[in-house]
């Protein structure tokens, strides 16, 4: 094996058959008429293969895995074949094997992929504000097409590249930041008061959810939006709550893997979806209310 290592072999349960099922049964109900059969089947392939090649994929819970690492998509962005890509999964596959050992966890593919994964493009990509209210370059060969792209695009280019790599990411929002008067005096119209996207990952240093600041800190869980202004956030307040993206229903998932989500700070979004101020008439994006995590009301 590349970089010397080693994988494992998946149990019995952990086949193709049982991801592709999971990703059917998740389907959005947009895309089920248009996705063809061989789209959801390639990907399957693909992302188990990685999980018996990288040792820290293989360690990642099965239904975090079938969650957060096999969908081929975060969002409502283009549906694209960006992991299956030979390019784009040669750049990927020679990070890893050049890094791979200083790499022991999923946190530290993250961290690297953080400073790294820019480099797929020349001049790298960069991050560059998009007009209120809307996204500049969404899906991963949008932004890659562009070399830039706003939180929204980057945070979706940073999670299609983790999950190629076997780990576990999904994006992670605020529709508008919850600020004084004085540093919003127009309220949610305000720039300081727009929203923002980022990436969370599933780290098995520590087996918990940590969060990437995109193009920023490479340290997990560090950001210049934290804790000065998520900690200002309001649980269960539609513009005001920090969202997390989910493939699946969130509420069936604590049944199936309460270790991985019965996590402090963190349930079920009440209003069922992953609101997009690009897109606000959306509802179809599954979603946590990740608030009380970056408020510490856990």
């Not at 694209?80 to 946190?107: C, I, M, P, W």
């Not at 998009?130 to 097409?145: D, E, G, I, K």
């Not at 706003?150 to 999904?170: E, H, K, Y």
């Not at 269960?236 to 989500?261: K, M, V």
């Given at each position: 094996?590349?970089?010397g290592t ?7 349960q952990?086949?193709?058959k049982e ?18 059969p ?5 990907h ?28 081929p ?11 299956l ?5 040669q ?17 530290d ?7 790294l ?10 991050f ?5 209210n809307?996204?500049?370059a969404?899906s ?5 097409t ?27 929002g605020?529709p508008?930041w ?13 720039p ?9 990952v599933?780290d ?10 995109v ?15 998520s900690?200002?956030a309001q649980?269960?307040s ?10 699946a229903?969130p ?9 991985s989500y ?17 897109d ?15 408020t510490?009301?856990?």
């Amino acid at each position: 094996r590349q970089g010397g290592t080693e994988g494992r072999e998946s149990s019995p349960q952990e086949t193709v058959k049982e991801a592709l099922l999971f990703l059917q049964r998740w389907l959005p109900e947009a895309d089920r008429s248009h996705l063809p059969p061989f789209f959801l089947h390639a990907h399957a392939v693909s992302s188990l293969g990685t999980r018996r090649r990288w040792p820290w994929a293989s360690a990642v819970p099965w239904i975090v895995y079938l969650n957060d690492v096999l969908p081929p998509f975060s969002l409502t962005e283009p549906r694209e074949d960006f992991r299956l890509n030979a390019s784009v999964v040669q750049y990927f596959d020679s990070l890893l094997s050049n890094h791979s050992s200083s790499l022991k966890s999923t946190g530290d593919v993250a961290t690297l992929l953080n400073s790294l994964a820019w480099g797929i493009t020349e001049p790298p990509i960069r991050f560059e504000s998009a007009p209120p209210n809307a996204v500049n370059a969404y899906s991963p060969f949008q932004v890659m097409t562009r070399k830039a792209a706003s939180c929204t695009g980057t945070s979706v280019f940073l999670v299609d590249s983790l999950r190629l790599c076997g780990v576990p990411a999904r994006v992670v929002g605020v529709p508008h930041w919850n600020m004084s008067n004085e540093t919003c005096p127009e309220g949610d119209s305000s720039p300081s008061c727009a929203n923002h996207d980022w990436v969370e990952v599933f780290d098995t240093a520590t087996n918990a959810w940590a969060f990437v600041d995109v193009l920023g800190d490479l340290r997990l869980n560090h950001s210049w939006f934290h804790p000065a202004m998520s900690a200002r956030a309001q649980p269960h307040s539609r513009n005001h709550s920090i969202y997390a993206s989910s493939y699946a229903d969130p509420f069936q998932l604590t049944l199936l893997d309460p270790a991985s989500y019965n996590r402090p700070g963190q349930a079920p979004s009440v209003t069922g979806y992953f609101p997009m101020v690009w897109d606000w008439g959306e509802n179809g994006v599954r979603a946590w209310d990740v608030t009380g995590v970056y408020t510490g009301a856990g």
